[in-house]
């Protein structure tokens, strides 16, 4: 049985972080989808298409190139469940893995059709620095799903948020920082930044 990993997020920007994901997820599913979506809990200040764009330019960088990673946009949606049943129609004999951050496992519960969406596929939970894992909503989680799994890796201590709020360097790669100053995204935290009172 081929075995995927469903990847989403919101890539505002995507972040080294992510592909350090995207990387470990390739040596451990046939196959890797990520793709940009608006998350219904988040204003988001990018449109999709760039942030679909900073994924694929993440992708490319990833070294020794991995080509069982893709971004697939078509799984895009809000809710997971939909994009979970696009999925199943893509591949309706793979083994299909939902991918979430350690900061989601209180949350799931309360998204869309919840129950329906962990009876139909497997978990794994992504370690993210700052965030404890909470056994509690572990079992909760256990007790929906078919399976959940806490991946034994690192994630890097960066962020998108890190990133649009303080513009730390560090939290992107150099493609996608570029991209950002080519398309000048991001720009106008820095003007009104510039813009605010001084005391």
């Keep these: 049985m081929m075995h995927i990993a469903l990847f989403g997020t919101s890539a505002d920007p995507p972040t080294a972080g992510h592909q350090t994901i995207l990387n470990w997820l390739s040596y451990h599913y046939n196959q890797v989808r990520v793709w940009a979506s608006d998350n219904p809990f988040k204003t988001h200040q990018t449109p999709l298409e760039h942030r679909a764009m900073m994924l694929q330019l993440l992708i490319d960088d990833i070294r020794p190139p991995r080509h069982n990673i893709h971004c697939d946009q078509r799984l895009s949606s809000p809710k997971a469940l939909v994009t979970v049943e696009r999925a199943e129609e893509t591949w309706p004999d793979a083994g299909l893995t939902l ?4 900061d989601l496992t209180a949350k799931i519960p309360s998204w869309y059709r919840s129950e329906e969406l962990l009876s139909r596929v497997s978990l794994l939970v992504i370690p993210r620095p700052g965030y404890a ?10 007790r929906l799903s078919s399976a959940v799994a806490i991946a034994n890796m690192k994630g890097l201590p960066v962020s998108s948020t890190a990133y649009r709020e303080a513009k730390d360097a560090n939290s ?15 720009e106008c935290q820095e003007t009104s930044r510039k813009n605010l009172p001084t005391r």
């Design 99 to 102: 991918v979430i951050g350690a």
């Design 133 to 142: 894992i909470c056994q509690e909503d572990v079992d909760h989680l256990r």
């Design 172 to 186: 992107v790669i150099p493609l996608v920082q570029d991209y950002i100053h080519e398309k000048q995204l991001y």
